[in-house]
């Protein structure tokens, strides 16, 4: 039986990416995309309780536990799909380093037997695992669609904290659940998830460096050029729609700004290189390095390509844009102190400010989305390159890396909970993720090659 203790439905669209029997009821799918609805409950009305507090400098995971998910119709095609779900909802919400996912061996109840609904759940069954979170699941393949209810409960409460129900295609499974742990993850911290954003980065795979993009959690990597060449650089618009990048397919650095899916865009090719892109929080407009008048300097340009204005003025090498979330100050890396180091200037006055003192090679910088640090490799004599955080006031930076390799091009996930960075600590230069606090460090993903640069994308629609 389906049903929950009181709703408020919404609808809205869903992907792919869980396999199913494949048979579909086309009279029940819109222009190729299956409708979900969409039913929400929480525990405490009219008032959110924040259970975890993502800016605190020390998080503690919350026990949680994710029991197999129910089979509402038992059959022998349909039943490896249970653990499939599972398996993925429990992967998809600890890779926010929220949550320690318990050992079902531990549980106390057989999930195919359970119940979904508050009152007929004993939560003393998983308050005595030290579950302090339940997220139940069921699910049943009808008519072509598959259907999907889950629900996070508060254990110690005995409380239903959110629940939602998903009707879509067969293969809907992994964007239903990525869309339901947003869901918890909003409810639980007050801010969105990033379970609908993905990562850009540049991959050797091919023997040619190329820009590949896949989604948060390394899954379904993507080659986005083919230029046989050269790609660096690689930067999201606000709107999550263009990527801008450098490519050296005419022999020299070029800036590329292409729009995602129908791939059109602009070429500015300029004397002298056109590199390290960063476009400007809520316009279609970024900044680069260019040389085309001497040295290189960080320019403004619409995102047609065109020269705004000049936004450094200094003799020496300026690169490496990254603009504050609102867009009122730019960091960069200036070799004008003798080496390379962090600088900051404020678009008001046009004045350039020292941001590192500490380390002797200072580069990638990149901006907090909560405006208050920047991130950035940095090296130590006798250290190798490493990750820091600094203050965007300025201060002693905190190193979140050491002693694991080389690491390289900090760049922040869009609620500012999540670095990834490229790092060769395994051989090759692989992508790597970790908390804001530089805890829980892991590879996202390993292609043939090396991989680097990594662009985190903003929140997308429609995933």
């Known amino acids: ?67 197999v998910f129910k089979n509402l119709d038992p059959q022998a095609d349909t039943m490896s799909a249970a653990a499939e779900f599972s398996d993925l909802l429990s992967d998809t919400i600890d890779f926010t380093g929220y949550f320690q996912i318990l050992d079902r061996r531990s549980f106390l109840e057989d999930p195919q037997e359970a119940s979904l609904f508050q009152h007929a759940i004993n ?19 009808d008519e072509g669609l598959l259907k999907m209810e889950l629900r996070l409960f508060d254990t110690f409460g005995a409380r239903l904290i959110i629940g939602k129900r998903y ?41 040619s460096k190329e820009i590949y993009i ?16 050269i ?69 403004m340009l619409t995102g047609k390509g065109k020269i705004v ?36 200037t404020d678009l008001m006055d046009g004045k350039a400010r020292r941001l590192t003192y500490e380390g002797n090679y200072n580069t990638a910088p990149q901006w907090s989305p909560r405006g208050n640090a920047i991130a950035y490799s940095g090296m130590v004599a006798g250290q190798g390159t490493n990750i820091y955080v600094i203050s965007a006031e300025g201060g002693d930076p905190r190193q979140l890396t050491e002693n694991a390799g080389n690491n390289e091009s900090p760049c922040w996930s869009p609620d500012g909970s999540l670095i ?19 805890a829980n460090q892991r590879r996202l993903l390993a292609l043939e090659g090396e991989q680097t640069s990594p662009a985190w994308s903003p929140r997308l629609s429609g995933d």
């Open 123 to 141: 939560f003393k069954n998983w308050t005595d695992v030290g579950a302090e979170l339940l997220v139940k699941g069921a699910y049943r393949f």
């Open 309 to 344: 204005k000049r936004l450094t003025h200094h003799w020496d090498i300026d690169v490496s844009p990254s603009w504050a979330p609102e867009g009122e100050a730019v960091a960069f890396v200036s070799n004008r102190s003798g080496s390379p180091q962090i600088y900051i």
């Open 420 to 438: 990834a960075f490229s790092s060769d600590r395994e051989g090759p230069s692989r992508i790597y993720v970790m908390n804001a606090n530089g």
């Open 214 to 229: 896949a989604d948060f959690d390394g899954h379904n990597p993507e080659q986005f050029t083919q230029t046989g060449a």
């Open 1 to 67: 039986m389906w049903g929950f203790d009181s709703v408020h439905p919404s609808f809205g669209a869903v992907g792919n990416s869980m396999k199913g029997p494949r048979h579909l009821s086309s009279a029940r799918v819109i222009g190729g995309l299956a409708l979900f609805v969409v039913l929400l409950v929480s525990a405490l009305p009219g008032r959110a309780r924040v259970y975890i507090d993502i800016t605190a400098p020390h998080l503690r995971k919350i026990p949680t536990a994710v029991p």
């Open 167 to 207: 009707t879509g295609r067969p293969n809907d499974g992994r964007r239903m659940i990525r869309r339901f742990c947003n869901d918890v993850v909003r409810m639980l911290t007050g801010h969105e998830g990033i379970f609908n954003t993905r990562i850009a980065f540049i991959s050797s795979s091919t023997g």
């Open 231 to 299: 790609t660096l650089f690689p930067a999201w618009s606000s709107d999550g729609q263009w990527l801008a990048y450098t490519d050296y397919r005419k022999g020299k650095p070029d800036l590329y700004i292409r729009h995602l899916t129908d791939r059109r865009g602009t070429v500015v090719s300029l004397k002298g290189s056109s590199i390290t892109p960063a476009w400007i929080p809520d316009r279609f407009a970024l900044a680069a390095s260019l040389s085309h008048e001497g040295n290189p300097s960080i320019y």
